[in-house]
Every structure is written in structure tokens, then in C-alpha cells.
């Protein structure tokens, strides 16, 4: 009985308490105690008081009131704790917004330097609490704004940088711990100085650089791309330099936060789950060290060891180096004398230097740059600002270049001063003028003719790998051992010498790891799951980079299991650009009336209407998965039941949750089967009938490499397909459309 009582006082209690915290605003009247709250308008955000993890201590705080459970976003406090529930947060009689202790001390206020006459505290749904006179609302007028002053978190719509105007740097700081909202180790702070960039420090050591922003992203955090769920900018004027993103649909709450051990983390919420699921993090890898490889290293998370010099230089103290310390890093092997006949020698794929000390114009050409950076004696590098649309801007750099890394897949160049002697042929110097963008010969490696007549053994039958509409293939042997694979073009091939150099072209260009280098070695027909899976993977980055990290947004248009190249280590890689075609970054779909491609792997828009986008990859795609999971062709797979081709056979599967039937029984054993299943669902995703259902390759990218979850995929475009011609309108005459051949997931299939 006893009990019953108690249990039902304290709901008495909790009753009386909810009433008791109905209030939404602070005003000169209206002060707030602990135990109340002000939630916003849309009951997104609470501020009131909390006691942080075991600690016993009382903090004012703003956190989640809708998802969440309670995650603290914001600390008023946090170096200044409350020993007991005695906190008031009132205005005081200037009209300042202060947290009062049981002595009436004020132990935190928001030290606007205006003040107010009928001044308001009210907390908005983007979690800002802001002080404001009572009717002005123009966030220009903002008296205080706690979004000026972040603690661990970064929230939407906050400005993460530096106004040059109040001077105001905001900046986060990691909390002590998961009890201790004060201020921990480390801060992450953007550096105003030479070209911005962000630091992690912890003291006064810096831990992290983010790079500076290349238009797209900050030339260090490659992971930073176009996503679903937030889009981000970052704007830098005379005013203003700062980093801001904001959430595409309130339905997908994320946010920024430092971590205590440093670590800059990217959190969303995950509603069936109940957690925050951890997207991504800032620094990667040990390459992520503030310049961990010293003075003009490199370093290179796919080298063992990571850090090597950059061409033309040397370990500055060779035996601590080979030791394992980079700490001294490299020197030029021979000393810049500012003399005629220096050059530049150019680096692809890298992680910009250290620009805290450099200069930069946002309108120079890269030419004009390269000029400027010859003119002065004491300019060791130059790079163009922006990457996007062919480049612009310039930066400057004078002085050791500091904390380079080497991507695999990033279109970043950068120019390093060498002298005479430490230029190849490979030169950009002053006597060179030719500028030809689009094929320089450093991209290209050309032989002579007779070199391939050796190789291929005089285009011999027993080396021809295979033949595509445009001409065979032929396998050859190089006299230094590489193993090339060369494609002439035959008199009477439907592919023009344009088609053909747009392949070159492509090939050349795109220096991504996913991409035919057009060496291949054949490779056997029994791959197990995990190499399947890894394959899966590698085509979705490999056109991912195509869409969107290459500097053209390239569509491959023929995409399919031939076209698909496997290496030594089963890394795919992506050939035959025949059909490429490259679009401006404002395209996004296009007209042809030369339907060019492969039926069974074409996409109804472009089949019927003649019309491809990026989209149309993306079906070509989900048209690959199935097959790959099932060892089978698409077209020309027989089903005993019904007629569907695999596509509407993994449909019907996929509806009627058999979609472990699909899996090839070659790899039964190895299949880890929740991998297998996400896989063919996201296959149905790209395969919708319509462009619009369909995700972005960046999507898929995500989708299959995490947790989140899928949504229902629609019928797919074209799964009954035998009454399309059998005439095959693709480069490849060979595929055999009544035969159930296996998928050989290598390609150039021998003939
Ligand atoms: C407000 O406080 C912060 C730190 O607590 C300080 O950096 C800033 O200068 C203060 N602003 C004014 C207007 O007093
Ligand atoms: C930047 O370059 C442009 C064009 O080359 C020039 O007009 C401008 O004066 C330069 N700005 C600065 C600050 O040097
Ligand atoms: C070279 O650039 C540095 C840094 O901007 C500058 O201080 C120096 O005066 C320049 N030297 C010449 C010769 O222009
Ligand atoms: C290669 O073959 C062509 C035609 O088959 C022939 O004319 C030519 O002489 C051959 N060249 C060599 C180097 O064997
Ligand atoms: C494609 O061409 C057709 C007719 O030539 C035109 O009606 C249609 O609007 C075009 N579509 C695009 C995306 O350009």
C-alpha cells in the first residue's frame, strides 16, 4: 500500500513539474530556476538545467527534446559548474542575459555590449538561443546569439569561422569528458591566416589541418562530398570566412561534434534504432597527422611505409628517416638558385600544403599564377584555388611545404618549383608554352607503332583477347615484362577517330584506381563472395568518381559485366569510354539520337527516348549487381517458371523475401548474406523505372557500405525484355542473348 502511495506521488509530481515548465520565453519578468525549461516553438530544443553523465554538478544547457535522449548540444556554464539546483537565468538590470548562483553571483552571462530596454532570451528550433528586443526579430539585431559562441557541437545553420568585421572566431572545444562539459584538450578552429583552413589543436600543438577549401570541399577531407543528408558552403568574403552546412530534410537530424579524444565526428540520428549513428569522421587515417612526414614529404596510407619524399627530394637525415622519424623531412636533391630553366613539376591527386603562410588571388589563371610563382625567387609552389570547371585562382607558396598526402582518387594538382636538373621531360617551364588542356603529353604515354607490333606479336590471332564493335583487342607483352592490352581501331569501324580519342582521353585522365590503365591480365571465373562484394564496391566508387569527383562529370553509357576490367588483387576497374560522354557541371541530362550501348543493361529512358543522364549509369549499374550476385546474364537468362529476364526474376525474389535464392551457389559458402541482401536491394533501387526514384551513385556508395536504412525499391524499368530485338546495337556483338553463360566477371571475353 505503502508503495501504490508513493508511486502515485511521484506521478503527482512529474504531473506538476511538466505543468510547471510551460514557459518559452526569458524576459526581464520571467526568469528560468532548475527544474524548468523553455522548449522551442516547434518543440525541437530544450534549454534548461542538467547534470552531465555520473557527475553531480549543474549545468545550463540546450539539448535535443525530440530525438536525441537528451544529447546536450550547447553549455552556458561549462567551465563554471553549479554545486547545487540554486541556478537562476534571468536578465539582469542592464538588460544582460546572466546564470546567478545561490549568492546571486553572476557565474555566466551573455556579455552583449549593447543594452537592451525590453530584452527577451528566447531559445529557436534550430537549437540558437538568442537575446533579442521583445519585437525585433531581424537576426541582423540579435543583441547575443549562443550560435556565436559553440561549445563541442556544431549544429545546422551555425557559422563556423571568422566574422573580420566583430572579430568573433567561432570555434569548437572538445569537453573534458563525457561528464565534464569544460573545456577538454582540444580545439578545432578555423586559421584566418594566408589561405583559411581549419586546425585541431590540442595546446598549442596542431594536430589536424583541414585543408583549404578547393571549391568543392577542403582539399584534406575527401570524405567531405554531396550527400543526402545536409548540404554545406563555405563562404568567403571581406567580411566573413566560414563553413556552414544545413539538413535537407528535418526528417534526418545530424550534427558536427569534437569529441573529447579529438576526433571530429559526424553523428545522425537514426530513429528505428534510437541512436546516433556515427557518418563520418574528420581525420581518417595516421596520413591525417599534422605533418607527420615532415618538410616536403608525402605521405601515402597505401605505402608501407607511409611517408616517402616528393620527387626531386630526399630525406634531410637519411638514417632517422629510414628509422622510421620523418620528423626532419626531405630537401631538394638539388638547390633552387633562382636560374633560368627552373620549372615546375606537377603533382596530381594530393592534399594541398600547409597555406597559413601563403598567398593567393581568387582571379589569376593558373598560367598567370605559374608566372607569378616563376618571378619571385622565394616562391617554392603554385596551385590553382577552385578545381571546379577547369580551375581558377591562385595560391602561392614561399616557404617548406608542410603536410602534403597523396590521395588515390582526388583531382587536386599542385606545381612544385625544381631546378633544372630535377625536371624530367615532364616540365612546365618557362620555355614551355603549350597549354593544350585537354591532352598534355605528361598524361599521355605514347609508344610507336612498332613497339606494338612487337608487343602484340604482329596483332597476332592467338593474342587477341576479344572484339568489340569498334575493332579488336589484343593482349601484349612490353620488353620490360608489363602486360598490355591494345585496341586497334579497324578501317571499318563504326568508332570515329573522335570516339576513339575520347577513350584515350578518358583513360588518361581519370588516374583513379577503379579505371583500366588498359592493363588487364584474364582472370579465372570462380570469384568467392567477399571478392564479389569488394568488386560490387569498386564499380560503385569507380563511377561515383566518374559522376562526380573526376574533373569532368563523365556518363559512361556502356556500362556492363564486359566493360568491367579485374586486376590482380580483383579491383574493377571501368573501361571502354568509347561512349563517354563528359557534361558541364550544370548538365544534367542530355539528348541523342545515336541510342548507343547495351540492350539488357540500358535504362527505358534512354532505350526509348534517347535520353541519358547519370541516372542511366546508375540502372546499367543495378542491372551488373544481380548478375555479379548471380553469376548469370541478365539477358538471356531462362527461368523454368516464368519468362522474366534476372532483373524481374531478383524482383519477384526480392518481393517475396526470397532474395537468398538469387545467390550464385558457387559462392554459398562465403557469402555473408546480409551484405548479399543489401546489395540486390539497392540493386532494385537503381534499376526504378524512373530517373527520379533511382539514388545517386554517392548514395549507393553509402548505402552499401553502411547500415542505413533502404527504402522500398518500385518496379523495375524492363523486366520482361524478349521482345526486344535480338540485333545488338552495342559494341559488342558477342554477347550470346539465348545462352545462360555464366557472368565471366572478367571481361574481354576470349573469343
Ligand atoms: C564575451 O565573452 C567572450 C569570452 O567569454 C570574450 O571573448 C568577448 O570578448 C566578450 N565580448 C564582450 C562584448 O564583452
Ligand atoms: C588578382 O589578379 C587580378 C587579375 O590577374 C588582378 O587584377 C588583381 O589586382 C589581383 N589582386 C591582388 C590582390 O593582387
Ligand atoms: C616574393 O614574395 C614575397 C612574399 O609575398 C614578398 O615578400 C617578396 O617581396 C617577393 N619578392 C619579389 C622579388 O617580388
Ligand atoms: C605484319 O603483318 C602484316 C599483314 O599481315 C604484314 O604486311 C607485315 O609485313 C607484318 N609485319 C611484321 C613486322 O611482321
Ligand atoms: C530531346 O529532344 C526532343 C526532340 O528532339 C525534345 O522534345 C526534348 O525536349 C529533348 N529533351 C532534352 C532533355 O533535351
Same mark, same amino acid.
Given at each position: 500500500?505503502?508503495?501504490?502511495?508513493?508511486?502515485?506521488?511521484?506521478?503527482?509530481?512529474?504531473?506538476?513539474?511538466?505543468?510547471?515548465?510551460?514557459?518559452?520565453?526569458?524576459?526581464?519578468?520571467?526568469?528560468?530556476?532548475?527544474?524548468?525549461?523553455?522548449?522551442?516553438?516547434?518543440?525541437?530544443?530544450?534549454?534548461?538545467?542538467?547534470?552531465?553523465?555520473?557527475?553531480?554538478?549543474?549545468?545550463?544547457?540546450?539539448?535535443?527534446?525530440?530525438?536525441?535522449?537528451?544529447?546536450?548540444?550547447?553549455?552556458?556554464?561549462?567551465?563554471?559548474?553549479?554545486?547545487?539546483?540554486?541556478?537562476?537565468?534571468?536578465?539582469?538590470?542592464?538588460?544582460?542575459?546572466?546564470?546567478?548562483?545561490?549568492?546571486?553571483?553572476?557565474?555566466?552571462?551573455?556579455?552583449?555590449?549593447?543594452?537592451?530596454?525590453?530584452?527577451?532570451?528566447?531559445?529557436?528550433?534550430?537549437?540558437?538561443?538568442?537575446?533579442?528586443?521583445?519585437?525585433?526579430?531581424?537576426?541582423?539585431?540579435?543583441?547575443?546569439?549562443?550560435?556565436?559562441?559553440?561549445?563541442?557541437?556544431?549544429?545546422?545553420?551555425?557559422?563556423?569561422?571568422?566574422?573580420?568585421?566583430?572579430?568573433?572566431?567561432?570555434?569548437?572545444?572538445?569537453?573534458?569528458?563525457?561528464?565534464?562539459?569544460?573545456?577538454?584538450?582540444?580545439?578545432?578552429?578555423?586559421?584566418?591566416?594566408?589561405?583559411?583552413?581549419?586546425?585541431?589543436?590540442?595546446?598549442?600543438?596542431?594536430?589536424?589541418?583541414?585543408?583549404?577549401?578547393?571549391?568543392?570541399?577542403?582539399?584534406?577531407?575527401?570524405?567531405?562530398?554531396?550527400?543526402?543528408?545536409?548540404?554545406?558552403?563555405?563562404?568567403?568574403?571581406?567580411?566573413?570566412?566560414?563553413?556552414?552546412?544545413?539538413?535537407?530534410?528535418?526528417?534526418?537530424?545530424?550534427?558536427?561534434?569534437?569529441?573529447?579524444?579529438?576526433?571530429?565526428?559526424?553523428?545522425?540520428?537514426?530513429?528505428?534504432?534510437?541512436?546516433?549513428?556515427?557518418?563520418?569522421?574528420?581525420?581518417?587515417?595516421?596520413?591525417?597527422?599534422?605533418?607527420?612526414?615532415?618538410?616536403?614529404?608525402?605521405?601515402?596510407?597505401?605505402?608501407?611505409?607511409?611517408?616517402?619524399?616528393?620527387?626531386?627530394?630526399?630525406?634531410?637525415?637519411?638514417?632517422?628517416?629510414?628509422?622510421?622519424?620523418?620528423?626532419?623531412?626531405?630537401?631538394?636533391?638539388?638547390?633552387?638558385?633562382?636560374?633560368?630553366?627552373?620549372?615546375?613539376?606537377?603533382?596530381?591527386?594530393?592534399?594541398?600544403?600547409?597555406?597559413?603562410?601563403?598567398?593567393?588571388?581568387?582571379?589569376?589563371?593558373?598560367?598567370?599564377?605559374?608566372?607569378?610563382?616563376?618571378?619571385?625567387?622565394?616562391?617554392?609552389?603554385?596551385?590553382?584555388?577552385?578545381?571546379?570547371?577547369?580551375?581558377?585562382?591562385?595560391?602561392?607558396?614561399?616557404?617548406?611545404?608542410?603536410?602534403?598526402?597523396?590521395?588515390?582518387?582526388?583531382?587536386?594538382?599542385?606545381?612544385?618549383?625544381?631546378?633544372?636538373?630535377?625536371?624530367?621531360?615532364?616540365?612546365?617551364?618557362?620555355?614551355?608554352?603549350?597549354?593544350?588542356?585537354?591532352?598534355?603529353?605528361?598524361?599521355?604515354?605514347?609508344?610507336?607503332?612498332?613497339?606494338?607490333?612487337?608487343?602484340?606479336?604482329?596483332?597476332?590471332?592467338?593474342?587477341?583477347?576479344?572484339?568489340?564493335?569498334?575493332?579488336?583487342?589484343?593482349?601484349?607483352?612490353?620488353? +620490360?615484362?608489363?602486360?598490355?592490352? /591494345?585496341? @586497334?581501331?579497324? #578501317?571499318? $569501324?563504326?568508332?570515329? %577517330? =573522335?570516339?576513339?580519342? &575520347?577513350?584515350?582521353?578518358?583513360?588518361?585522365?581519370?588516374?583513379?584506381?577503379?579505371?583500366?590503365?588498359?592493363?588487364?591480365?584474364?582472370?579465372?571465373?570462380?570469384?568467392?563472395?567477399?571478392?564479389?562484394?569488394?568488386?560490387?564496391?569498386?564499380?560503385?566508387?569507380?563511377?561515383?568518381?566518374?559522376?562526380? +569527383?573526376?574533373?569532368?562529370?563523365? /556518363?559512361? @553509357?556502356?556500362? #556492363?559485366? $564486359?566493360?568491367?576490367? %579485374? =586486376?590482380?588483387?580483383? &579491383?574493377?576497374?571501368?573501361?571502354?569510354?568509347?561512349?563517354?560522354?563528359?557534361?558541364?557541371?550544370?548538365?544534367?541530362?542530355?539528348?541523342?539520337?545515336?541510342?548507343?550501348?547495351?540492350?539488357?543493361?540500358?535504362?527505358?529512358?534512354?532505350?526509348?527516348?534517347?535520353?541519358?543522364?547519370?541516372?542511366?549509369?546508375?540502372?546499367?549499374?543495378?542491372?551488373?549487381?544481380?548478375?555479379?550476385?548471380?553469376?548469370?546474364?541478365?539477358?538471356?537468362?531462362?527461368?523454368?517458371?516464368?519468362?522474366?529476364?534476372?532483373?524481374?526474376?531478383?524482383?519477384?525474389?526480392?518481393?517475396?523475401?526470397?532474395?537468398?535464392?538469387?545467390?550464385?551457389?558457387?559462392?554459398?559458402?562465403?557469402?555473408?548474406?546480409?551484405?548479399?541482401?543489401?546489395?540486390?536491394?539497392?540493386?532494385?533501387?537503381?534499376?526504378?523505372?524512373?530517373?527520379?526514384?533511382?539514388?545517386?551513385?554517392?548514395?549507393?556508395?553509402?548505402?552499401?557500405?553502411?547500415?542505413?536504412?533502404?527504402?522500398?525499391?518500385?518496379?523495375?524499368?524492363?523486366?520482361?525484355?524478349?521482345?526486344?530485338?535480338?540485333?545488338?546495337?552495342?559494341?559488342?556483338?558477342?554477347?550470346?542473348?539465348?545462352?545462360?553463360?555464366?557472368?565471366?566477371?572478367?571481361?574481354?571475353?576470349?573469343?
Amino acid at each position: 500500500m505503502k508503495a501504490i502511495i508513493i508511486v502515485l506521488l511521484l506521478c503527482l509530481l512529474a504531473f506538476f513539474f511538466t505543468i510547471s515548465t510551460a514557459i518559452d520565453t526569458i524576459s526581464a519578468t520571467k526568469s528560468l530556476k532548475d527544474g524548468e525549461s523553455i522548449v522551442s516553438p516547434g518543440g525541437i530544443f530544450e534549454l534548461g538545467f542538467f547534470s552531465p553523465g555520473r557527475s553531480k554538478n549543474r549545468y545550463l544547457g540546450i539539448w535535443y527534446k525530440k530525438v536525441g535522449t537528451g544529447t546536450v548540444v550547447w553549455v552556458a556554464n561549462r567551465d563554471v559548474p553549479l554545486k547545487d539546483s540554486s541556478g537562476v537565468l534571468q536578465f539582469s538590470r542592464q538588460g544582460i542575459l546572466s546564470l546567478v548562483n545561490k549568492d546571486k553571483i553572476a557565474i555566466w552571462s551573455s556579455n552583449s555590449s549593447i543594452t537592451a530596454t525590453s530584452p527577451v532570451a528566447q531559445l529557436l528550433d534550430t537549437g540558437n538561443l538568442v537575446v533579442k528586443n521583445e519585437e525585433d526579430n531581424e537576426p541582423e539585431n540579435y543583441l547575443w546569439q549562443s550560435f556565436d559562441y559553440p561549445g563541442d557541437t556544431l549544429l545546422p545553420g551555425m557559422k563556423y569561422g571568422v566574422n573580420f568585421v566583430t572579430g568573433l572566431n567561432r570555434g569548437l572545444t572538445s569537453w573534458k569528458s563525457d561528464d565534464d562539459p569544460s573545456e577538454g584538450d582540444y580545439i578545432n578552429k578555423l586559421d584566418p591566416n594566408g589561405l583559411p583552413q581549419f586546425f585541431l589543436e590540442k595546446g598549442l600543438a596542431k594536430q589536424f589541418r583541414s585543408g583549404p577549401w578547393n571549391g568543392l570541399r577542403f582539399s584534406g577531407m575527401p570524405n567531405l562530398k554531396p550527400n543526402g543528408i545536409y548540404t554545406y558552403e563555405f563562404v568567403f568574403t571581406q567580411e566573413e570566412v566560414y563553413y556552414t552546412y544545413n539538413l535537407v530534410s528535418s526528417s534526418v537530424v545530424s550534427r558536427l561534434v569534437l569529441i573529447p579524444n579529438g576526433n571530429l565526428q559526424r553523428y545522425t540520428w537514426i530513429d528505428r534504432t534510437k541512436d546516433w549513428k556515427l557518418y563520418l569522421t574528420a581525420q581518417i587515417d595516421d596520413c591525417d597527422r599534422y605533418a607527420t612526414c615532415g618538410a616536403y614529404g608525402r605521405c601515402n596510407i597505401d605505402n608501407s611505409p607511409a611517408c616517402g619524399c616528393l620527387e626531386g627530394f630526399v630525406p634531410k637525415s637519411p638514417e632517422e628517416w629510414y628509422s622510421g622519424d620523418w620528423s626532419n623531412g626531405c630537401i631538394r636533391k638539388a638547390p633552387l638558385e633562382c636560374m633560368e630553366g627552373e620549372g615546375f613539376r606537377r603533382y596530381t591527386g594530393i592534399k594541398l600544403p600547409d597555406t597559413s603562410l601563403s598567398w593567393y588571388n581568387k582571379t589569376m589563371n593558373l598560367k598567370v599564377c605559374e608566372q607569378a610563382c616563376l618571378k619571385n625567387c622565394s616562391c617554392t609552389a603554385y596551385a590553382n584555388l577552385d578545381i571546379r570547371e577547369g580551375g581558377s585562382g591562385c595560391i602561392l607558396w614561399f616557404k617548406e611545404l608542410f603536410d602534403v598526402r597523396q590521395y588515390a582518387d582526388s583531382s587536386q594538382d599542385i606545381y612544385i618549383r625544381m631546378a633544372k636538373s630535377d625536371l624530367g621531360n615532364t616540365v612546365h617551364s618557362r620555355q614551355q608554352d603549350s597549354t593544350d588542356e585537354l591532352i598534355r603529353n605528361e598524361d599521355l604515354h605514347l609508344f610507336g607503332f612498332n613497339v606494338i607490333v612487337e608487343a602484340t606479336n604482329n596483332f597476332s590471332n592467338d593474342n587477341k583477347l576479344g572484339q568489340g564493335g569498334f575493332g579488336p583487342v589484343y593482349k601484349g607483352k612490353l620488353k +620490360d615484362g608489363q602486360e598490355i592490352a /591494345v585496341k @586497334r581501331l579497324s #578501317k571499318n $569501324s563504326r568508332q570515329g %577517330l =573522335d570516339e576513339f580519342k &575520347n577513350e584515350v582521353f578518358c583513360i588518361a585522365k581519370l588516374q583513379h584506381r577503379n579505371l583500366v590503365k588498359l592493363l588487364d591480365e584474364k582472370q579465372s571465373v570462380l570469384v568467392d563472395w567477399p571478392k564479389r562484394f569488394h568488386i560490387i564496391n569498386g564499380i560503385a566508387r569507380g563511377l561515383l568518381y566518374l559522376h562526380q +569527383d573526376s574533373r569532368l562529370r563523365i /556518363v559512361h @553509357r556502356d556500362l #556492363k559485366a $564486359s566493360n568491367v576490367l %579485374l =586486376d590482380q588483387e580483383m &579491383n574493377p576497374k571501368i573501361s571502354d569510354f568509347g561512349m563517354a560522354r563528359g557534361f558541364r557541371g550544370d548538365e544534367t541530362e542530355a539528348n541523342t539520337s545515336r541510342v548507343v550501348g547495351t540492350y539488357g543493361y540500358m535504362s527505358p529512358e534512354y532505350t526509348i527516348d534517347g535520353i541519358f543522364s547519370l541516372k542511366s549509369d546508375v540502372f546499367s549499374f543495378g542491372v551488373l549487381v544481380p548478375e555479379i550476385v548471380s553469376g548469370k546474364k541478365n539477358r538471356g537468362f531462362r527461368h523454368a517458371h516464368h519468362k522474366l529476364n534476372l532483373l524481374g526474376h531478383a524482383w519477384m525474389l526480392h518481393k517475396e523475401g526470397k532474395s537468398l535464392e538469387l545467390i550464385d551457389k558457387f559462392v554459398k559458402d562465403s557469402c555473408n548474406e546480409a551484405q548479399a541482401l543489401r546489395s540486390i536491394h539497392v540493386a532494385l533501387l537503381c534499376v526504378q523505372r524512373s530517373p527520379g526514384d533511382r539514388p545517386s551513385m554517392s548514395n549507393v556508395v553509402l548505402m552499401l557500405s553502411s547500415e542505413i536504412a533502404l527504402p522500398t525499391p518500385k518496379e523495375p524499368g524492363f523486366f520482361t525484355e524478349r521482345h526486344l530485338s535480338d540485333t545488338d546495337s552495342s559494341s559488342t556483338k558477342h554477347e550470346q542473348p539465348s545462352t545462360i553463360n555464366r557472368v565471366t566477371i572478367t571481361v574481354l571475353e576470349a573469343r
